[in-house]
């Protein structure tokens, strides 16, 4: 089975209410959270409340109502912040990793979405 989901990643434990987070924002279907080490003055996580690996396994099974939530919840964090760059706000970067090569660390999908300093190049090697 390609996508393994594990239940006890920390991610599953905050949708389940067993240890708290710092909430942003709320959606039926995804949750907008603060970084627990943030890298940036505005460090935002968003995760799907499904229980999905990364964004292949979202693409591959979640239904259009929460791919469509998903992209609403980061829009509203971005709004939410006052970061959109054509309404006046500094810009942001959102960041996706997976698997191995992108050194995703907790295996529920999550996009970081980062802002509140000028973030340097995109890669740093
Ligand atoms: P990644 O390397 O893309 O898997 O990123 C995982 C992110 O989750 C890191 O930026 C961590 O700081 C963050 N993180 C880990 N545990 C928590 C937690 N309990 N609450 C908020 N963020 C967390």
Same mark, same amino acid.
């Given at each position: 089975?390609?996508?393994?989901?594990? =239940?006890? *990643?920390?991610?599953? $434990?905050?949708?389940?209410?067993? %240890?708290? *987070?710092?909430?942003v924002l709320e959606t039926a279907h995804?949750? !907008?959270?603060?970084?627990?080490?943030?890298?940036?003055?505005?460090?935002?996580?968003?995760? =799907? $409340?499904?229980?999905? +690996? *990364?964004?292949?396994?979202? +693409? #591959?099974? #979640?239904?259009?109502?929460?791919?469509?939530?998903? #992209?609403? #919840? %980061?829009?509203?964090?971005?709004?939410?912040?006052?970061?959109? =760059?054509?309404?006046?706000?500094?810009?942001?970067?959102?960041?996706? *990793?997976?698997?191995? !090569?992108?050194l995703q660390e907790v295996p529920h999908?999550?996009?970081? %979405?980062?802002?509140?300093? $000028?973030?340097?190049?995109?890669?740093?090697?």
């Amino acid at each position: 089975m390609p996508y393994d989901y594990d =239940p006890q *990643n920390v991610f599953a $434990k905050i949708l389940r209410g067993e %240890i708290p *987070n710092d909430t942003v924002l709320e959606t039926a279907h995804s949750l !907008a959270f603060n970084d627990i080490g943030p890298q940036a003055p505005v460090h935002v996580l968003v995760i =799907p $409340k499904g229980a999905y +690996v *990364n964004w292949d396994h979202f +693409v #591959a099974a #979640a239904s259009a109502e929460e791919v469509g939530d998903f #992209a609403k #919840a %980061i829009h509203g964090v971005v709004e939410a912040k006052g970061l959109e =760059p054509g309404a006046g706000g500094q810009g942001y970067r959102l960041i996706m *990793n997976a698997g191995e !090569a992108g050194l995703q660390e907790v295996p529920h999908l999550h996009v970081h %979405i980062l802002s509140g300093r $000028k973030l340097g190049r995109m890669l740093a090697d």
